[in-house]
Each structure stands twice: as C-alpha cells, then as structure tokens.
Nanobody, 123 residues
C-alpha cells in the first residue's frame, strides 16, 4: 500500500505558475502509475494528467495541454505537476492518485489517493 501527500498549492494570479508535488511513502513510486485529478467547487472531479510508471507515456486533458507538465523523480519518490499560464478556471483542489495496475484517465482506474492541495487562480 502507498500513502500520497500533495503539496505546492496556493494563490496565484492568472498567467502565473505553480508546481505541485505528490510524495509517496510506504512503497516505491516507480512501481505505480500516477495521475492528477482536480475538483472545482460544485463540480465533479476531473482528470488532469497521467503518467505510466516507466515514464514513457503521459496523457493530458485537453484544457491543460501545452500548459501543464507531469514529471517524476523516482529518487525522491515524488511526482510533480508543473502548471504554467494558469487561468481562473484552473481553480480547484488537486489530487494525486496511484495504481499498480494500468495507467488510465478515470477515477476508477486508481486505488490510492492523496487528500489534495488547493489551487486558487485570481483574475
């Protein structure tokens, strides 16, 4: 079993950048596929980005393509989400998720979840 803890959220102006981190404990993150999801107030949780455990495959939701980048540092047992050119519509709680099975874009594809970190983008 793996425990996930997100950090790096905060308040930023539109056009700014943030880097979210998700640290894993309990197991080696390199054995898990990982993803980021987000949930805005009053909305359902939605897929943001996913990365295979080998790092060879990365998927992005259309609204974040070209602005967000998923990366891994297996030595630190951490995955990251670099978010550039932020927009007010990116405001949400961002959750990290992991699974040992297969990388996917649905919530149901993932077995382990972090508590989330708040990202607020002001206009």
């Amino acid at each position: 079993q793996v425990q996930l803890v997100e950090s790096g959220g905060g308040l930023v102006q539109a056009g700014g950048s943030l880097r979210l981190s998700c640290a894993a404990s309990g197991r080696t993150f390199s054995t898990y596929h990982a993803a980021w999801f987000r949930q805005a107030p009053g909305k359902e949780r939605e897929f943001v980005a996913a990365n295979s455990r080998s790092g060879s495959m990365t998927y992005y939701a259309d609204p974040v393509k070209g602005r967000f980048t998923f990366s891994r540092d297996n030595a630190k047992n951490t995955v990251y989400l670099q978010m550039n050119s932020l927009k007010p519509e990116d405001t949400a709680v961002y959750h990290c998720a992991a699974t040992p099975l297969r990388v996917g874009v649905r919530e149901s594809d993932y077995d382990y979840w972090g508590q989330g970190t708040q990202v607020t983008v002001s206009s």
